[in-house]
């Protein structure tokens, strides 16, 4: 099965990014993707790069709404499944928010961002709602599918939930600036992400200069054995795609050992809250 990331800059003007991932979700469908992913936020500025927000919710929308409708019709053209990331507006909150569209362009669900961070350009808690919505894997003909948004992959236990839960593949939409963490270390905890549960991870990352950061892009995908198997390149415009075989998942070491030998009764005593 193929999946393709999308990795695109943003412009400050929504309506021309929403056509340029529109043009690039059609053609990653025509080129045989089954499942396609974009960044986070990926038709619109990086609104946290800013502290103190006038007035956040004027950017943000519903869902369903314009961004979500118009991937909703071309998934359903298409006969694919389509992963977004939009500023969503749910009467007086707003979330980082994933909506996985099926290839009947329902929404499947929507995955908010549980975990909000606050520091140098990053200054989330003053733009987003923590999410209520848990950890959902999603049951398409295509497999099951987990989303965990940007910093949700720092959290072993939301990473290991999506496992828990029966996730394939796990999408990662990020926003990750040009040296934000030591080289090679978020590319290494999502590779052992992808060894200790068991699935493939696939991280869509932003790319691009913008006022106060410049977005990495560096897109990849890893397999349940934790290696890289396809990756973008830094700082460019393009569209990954990757073939992976959901039935390697069963002879993971994960599959195999990991869950079996779980002690979950005991886990809670050991992480308290």
């Known amino acids: 099965m193929n999946i393709a990331l999308i990795q695109q800059s943003c412009t400050t003007d929504k309506q021309h990014n929403l056509e340029r991932g529109l043009q690039a979700a059609e053609a990653a469908a025509k080129a045989g993707a089954k499942i396609i992913c974009f960044a986070e936020l990926a038709f619109e500025p990086f609104y946290p790069q800013y502290k103190n927000p006038t007035d956040p919710a004027q950017n943000a929308e519903t869902i369903p709404g314009p961004i979500t409708e118009a991937f909703s019709s071309l998934a359903k053209a298409y006969g694919v499944v389509i992963i977004l990331n939009l500023y969503e507006k749910d009467g007086e ?3 980082d928010s994933s909506p996985v ?3 009947d362009g329902s929404i499947l669900g929507t995955t908010r961002m549980v ?4 520091y140098a350009c990053f200054y989330e808690k003053d733009y987003y ?6 950890a959902p894997v999603y049951d398409t003909e295509f497999g099951k599918i987990g989303v965990a948004i940007c910093y949700d992959r720092h959290y072993p236990e939301y990473m290991r939930a999506l496992g828990v839960a029966g996730a394939d593949v796990v999408f990662i939409p990020q926003a990750g600036s040009v040296g934000e963490w030591p080289e090679g270390l978020y590319e290494a905890e999502v590779r052992t992400a992808a060894f200790q549960n068991g699935y493939f991870t696939a991280l869509c990352n932003r790319v691009g200069e913008e ?10 995908v890893c397999d349940p054995d934790g290696i ?3 990756k973008a390149g830094e700082g460019t415009d393009e569209i990954l795609y990757c073939d992976i075989d959901l039935e390697s998942i069963k002879r993971s070491h994960a599959k195999r050992l990991f869950y079996r030998d779980r002690r979950p009764e005991l886990y809670a005593d050991w992480i308290g809250d």
Do not use: R, W
Not at 129 to 134: A, I, K, V
């Open 93 to 95: 909150d707003l979330y």
């Open 101 to 103: 569209i099926d290839t």
């Open 115 to 118: 975990h909000i961070t606050d």
């Open 129 to 134: 709602t923590p999410g209520n919505n848990n």
């Open 211 to 220: 006022p106060k950061l410049t977005f990495a892009g560096e897109s990849f």
């Open 228 to 230: 890289v198997i396809a």
